[in-house]
């Protein structure tokens, strides 16, 4: 959502600088070309080159998989991000994204599945090297009948190629086993203690100053919420932190 206008109010910084700092270089510093059009074309220019290494380098791949995850941007439009993991024949690895489709219709498998065949096309891909497949546990990614997984399965077999390997995305992988584990007892006083400090403007700003008032080597806590699921972890660091250095009981707690 950042326009590419930004290297304008770059280059009137760096001409202060030059101004005050090295005059000597200020005439370089006027010939810089940091216009919207110029940043745009650049950035293009870069991207395209780091595509066509990639392509390059993917001719060479013996076997390779795909990771898939989609996400909703601020105009609700499905943006599905491909992943690439390939190994070469001296068992380099090489790891990029490999390309972004926005889904403008439904999100169901088969149009997860026909996006997919595009991108290994637009790529290049042979699809006889395709040996695993990683995405999250969505009906629509693992649905045997119309999931993105029955739709790769019965391609495979129209097409006489080998199975693939189906892998659980890393990521909710964590996310599956924080909320297997049975430790709400213990996160849930936590969390709503952190959250009591962090929602209400009095309680957070006099526990900033109680921990300058302690010399604490933290300067706040970080607010839990359930949507951004990643952020447990770090709440209950923290907490543990600070009942560590500061020799708090659990009542205190």
């Known amino acids: 959502m950042r326009p590419y206008t930004d290297g304008e109010i770059l280059k ?3 001409l202060l600088f030059t101004e005050n700092c090295c005059p000597t270089s200020t005439q370089k510093a006027t010939k810089l070309q940091l216009s919207n059009d110029t940043v745009t074309r650049r950035v293009e220019c870069i991207s395209n080159d780091l595509r066509e290494q990639l392509m390059s380098e993917s001719k060479n791949f013996v076997c390779y998989s795909i990771a898939l995850d989609g996400t909703k941007d601020i105009a609700d439009i499905e943006q599905l991000a491909f992943f690439i993991r390939g190994v070469k024949p001296d068992f380099t690895i090489t790891e990029e994204l490999l390309s972004i ?51 790769i399965t019965r391609w495979r077999q129209a097409e006489e190629l080998k199975p693939v390997v189906w892998h659980h995305c890393i990521v909710h992988q964590e996310n599956l086993l924080a909320k297997s584990l049975k430790f709400k007892h213990v996160t849930d006083i936590v969390f709503s203690t952190v959250n009591w400090i962090r929602a209400n403007a009095l309680n957070h700003r006099q526990f900033k100053q109680f921990l300058v008032d302690i010399n604490a080597d933290y300067g706040d806590v970080i607010i839990f919420t359930a949507v951004r699921w990643l952020s447990r972890s770090s709440v209950i660091k923290d907490s543990m932190l600070y009942s560590q250095k500061y020799g708090l009981s659990s009542r205190k707690r």
């Open 101 to 151: 489709r926005s889904l403008h219709g439904s999100t169901k498998g088969a149009e997860i599945f026909q996006q997919m065949m595009t991108v290994l096309k637009d790529a290049e891909l042979d699809p006889a090297k395709l040996v695993g497949v990683a995405t999250d546990g969505a009906p629509s990614m693992l649905g045997l009948g119309e999931g993105l997984q029955g739709h």
């Open 12 to 14: 009137q910084g760096i």
